[in-house]
């Protein structure tokens, strides 16, 4: 195991009625708030109603940023910050997924640099310091509520960065299953296939000894193997729902990583695809990651077939590591395939045409991977793999 310090400041609300906290958790902080918000779903479902009349009750005056739309755009962010500015805001709030959390995070922590917010992705500047940010997270996936990281789009050359920073961390965090009691099948497939993939990043990695470390791993996985079926069959099922919300946070808050370094290759490569063709992030994921698994099997067969003995339940017989653990990379994808997530990029209509583009610019960024540094061949030829 190595060496680790680990430090969570995000407040947690959780559970069913948790959102009428809201208003009086950001007058805690100010007064003015900025509530950014998506493409609408929050006023379909009287999220928004609700939301506004708290934080008003509560003596806040509310400004919007809304119409953040997924795979979010640094265009979206610039606004934000000038809206910000302009109206001298105090506090911000972002209801909905990943998206708009990244983008309110952006937001403020860009209200507080004097330079462009891009700057923080391209290493040229690091955010200092933000606004006090809140989030109602309305579905389940990213871990952004309680996590220091944040992905934005550039809209003019299309890459799709991250940004880690402990400024990052929101404040506070509104977690109340029954808001994500809306979130279409698709969406809610995405999400599944997010954070179950988080956990893949920091459970295949090369450190040795992480007993503890992989048992929380261990039962993230199991768990959402066994209560994605509930979710998908009755999306009203408020202990699935809370169940998979939780496992979202719990898989991207940095604390199945103390003491080892995830590998995170696949998500590099995936913030590729998805900036590029805007397909779904955990549609991206789902292609990807068999491909990875298989690529770099070879080079940490044991971990592979603990992974199919402990979380697929799969009797190793008298095969090799290897194959007992193959057999759990061909169940991982079956299982993709059985949730209604893709596997091909061709599925969603990825061709060769730009592979090797994006294959240059993923390698060119920096080493990528921790089980394997991939060269630009490495990722091409998962990339083809996946085709
Ligand atoms: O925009 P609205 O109308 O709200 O609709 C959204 C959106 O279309 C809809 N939705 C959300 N909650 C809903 C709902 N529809 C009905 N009822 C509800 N309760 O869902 C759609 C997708 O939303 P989005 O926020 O894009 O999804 P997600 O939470 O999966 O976020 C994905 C983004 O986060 C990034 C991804 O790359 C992607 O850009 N990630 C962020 C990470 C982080 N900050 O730690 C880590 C991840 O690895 C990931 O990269
Ligand atoms: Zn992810």
């Given at each position: 195991m190595r060496n680790f310090e680990y430090w969570n400041p995000t407040r947690l609300f959780f559970?069913?009625?948790?959102?009428?906290?809201v208003g009086q958790e950001c007058r805690k902080y100010g007064e003015r708030v900025l509530l950014a918000y998506g493409g609408g779903s929050i006023k379909k479902t009287g999220l928004y109603d609700r939301i506004v009349r708290r934080l008003q009750e509560a003596g806040c005056s509310v400004t919007e940023l809304s119409g953040?739309?997924?795979?979010?755009r640094l265009s979206k962010v610039r606004e934000g910050v000038e809206i910000c500015r302009r109206e001298k805001v105090e506090v911000v709030l972002a209801v909905g997924g990943g998206s708009v959390i990244d983008t309110a995070k952006i937001v403020a922590a860009g209200v507080c640099?004097?330079?462009?917010?891009w700057d923080f992705f391209t290493g040229k500047s690091v955010p200092e310091r933000k606004l006090p940010l809140g989030t109602v997270l309305?579905?389940?996936?990213?871990g952004s509520e309680m996590n220091r990281n944040a992905v934005i789009t550039n809209?003019?050359?299309?890459e799709k960065l991250v940004v880690k920073n402990p400024?990052?961390?929101?404040?506070f965090s509104i977690l109340d299953?029954?808001?994500?009691?809306?979130?279409?099948k698709d969406h809610t497939v995405y999400g599944i296939v997010d954070m179950m993939a988080h956990v893949f990043e920091q459970y295949?990695?090369?450190?040795?000894?992480?007993p503890l470390q992989d048992r929380l791993a261990e039962s993230i996985m199991k768990t959402i193997i066994e209560y994605t079926p509930r979710v998908l069959e009755n999306p009203k099922d408020y202990d699935a729902r809370a169940t998979i919300m939780w496992c979202g946070t719990l898989a991207l808050n940095h604390l199945i990583e103390a003491g080892l370094t995830g590998d995170w290759a696949t998500h590099r490569m995936e913030l590729e695809l998805s900036g590029v063709y805007d397909i779904p992030h955990g549609a991206g994921l789902a292609i990807l990651f068999p491909q990875w698994m298989e690529y770099v099997l070879p080079l940490i067969p044991k971990k592979f077939a603990q992974f199919a003995e402990?979380?697929?339940?799969?009797?190793?017989?008298?095969?090799?590591d290897e194959d007992l653990g193959r057999a759990g990379i061909e169940r991982t994808r079956q299982w993709f395939r059985e949730i209604?997530?893709?596997?091909?990029l061709r599925e969603v209509?990825?061709?060769?045409?730009?592979l090797e583009e994006m294959a240059e610019r993923v390698a060119k960024r920096g080493p990528i991977g921790s089980v394997k540094v991939l060269t630009k061949e490495d990722i091409l030829t998962i990339y083809r793999r996946s085709l």
């Open positions: 559970g069913r009625g948790e959102t009428d906290r953040i739309q997924p795979n979010p640099y004097d330079g462009d917010p309305t579905l389940a996936a990213t809209d003019e050359t299309q400024v990052l961390f929101p404040d299953p029954e808001n994500t009691f809306t979130v279409p295949f990695h090369p450190v040795p000894e992480t402990r979380v697929w339940d799969i009797p190793r017989g008298n095969r090799s209604g997530a893709p596997t091909r209509g990825i061709g060769e045409e730009r």
